[in-house]
């Protein structure tokens, strides 16, 4: 185990980089070992430029909610990437290309045509 995962708590909840026994998951080893190689505080100072970046960019988005003021929230970044196993990115994947598609055709017609509502 690297120290990296040592005092990480996942014992309450799937966790895709350690199974139940808090050892890393085979799908993690290789991504494990290049966090590492960063080490916390590399990782944690890469994690400061990116919300700043995204501070200075205004990457926004807003939250509406019934009986509430319009929210601004700030983009949120994981600069720890998911891991995705092919078997389940098969099935995702088929419906992230559906929903661009229907999204495609929706701002398609709102913004020409308007002939397929």
Request: charged residues 35%; glycine residues 4%; proline residues 2%.
């Given at each position: ?11 309450k909840t799937y966790d895709e980089y350690l199974n139940s ?97």
């Amino acid at each position: 185990m690297v120290n990296l995962w040592k005092k990480y708590d996942s014992k309450k909840t799937y966790d895709e980089y350690l199974n139940s026994d808090h050892k890393l998951r085979r799908q993690a080893v290789i991504i494990s070992h290049i966090l590492e190689r960063h080490g916390i505080k590399k990782l944690n100072e890469i994690e400061k430029n990116c919300a700043s970046t995204i501070n200075a960019r205004g990457i926004n988005f807003r939250v509406y909610s019934s009986g509430k003021k319009l929210q601004e929230k700030k983009w949120p970044l994981d600069i720890i990437p998911r891991i995705i196993l092919k078997k389940d990115w098969t099935k995702v994947s088929k419906g992230l290309l559906q929903r661009v598609k229907a999204l495609n055709l929706f701002i398609d017609d709102v913004y020409n045509d308007r002939k397929n509502f």
